[in-house]
């Protein structure tokens, strides 16, 4: 049985029939579809669009990683996550990423690299997280959003797998981030 090599097989799509707008916000807007599936049958799909975002995984010059502490309100607790943001239509991700480190860290990169795409929620939403690695870091002033209340934290590879099996760091996109760190030898 093939795991990767058919992501596209017509035994398992399901084919749009209708689409209406649930809910138009400032950031999210949601969806309720009717499709077929695969058996001929008719279900319901809802979902949300998301524009997109960026992660980034900084390093520090002595080889920790920059995280941030950030209160979320759906789940009313602070995550240790790593930095990143939504993308403006239109923006350019790298473009994205330059810019998010910046207001939320001060930090500049001179080096970047893109690792690649993270789909967080793949059940209800088609939000794409693409992933950075920035390196050659330069301290300077956050830029935060009016509104925004971020603190800055270095962290290493050990406290941060730590993290991860001891349930202390949840965040989805950070433990991706984690593993990515984990592949290009960051300890």
């Known amino acids: 049985m093939p795991l990767i090599e058919d992501l596209q097989d017509p035994k398992l799509l399901e084919a749009t029939l209708e689409t209406q707008r649930v809910f138009d916000g400032n950031l999210l807007h949601v969806n309720r ?30 080889g920790r990683l920059l995280l941030e502490r950030q209160y979320r309100y759906p789940l009313h607790r602070v995550f240790l996550e790593f930095p990143a943001g939504k993308l403006e239509a239109g923006e350019d991700a790298l473009l994205c990423a330059q810019r998010e480190l910046l207001e939320e860290t001060g930090y500049t990169a001179s080096a970047w690299e893109f690792l690649g795409v993270l789909h967080p929620i793949i059940s209800y939403t088609d939000e794409e997280i693409r992933l950075f690695l920035a390196k050659g870091l330069t301290a300077g002033e956050a830029q935060l959003d009016e509104g925004e209340f971020v603190e800055c934290v270095a962290v290493s590879m050990d406290e941060l797998v730590a993290g991860v099996l001891d349930g202390t760091i949840t965040d989805a996109k950070t433990v991706s981030g984690i593993f990515w760190a984990q592949q290009k030898g960051l300890r």
Do not use: F, K, N, Q
Not at 34 to 56: F, K, Q
């Open 33 to 62: 579809d009717t499709v077929a599936l695969p058996d001929g049958s008719t279900a319901t799909r809802e979902y949300i669009l998301h524009p997109g975002a960026v992660m980034i995984i900084p390093v520090l010059p002595d």
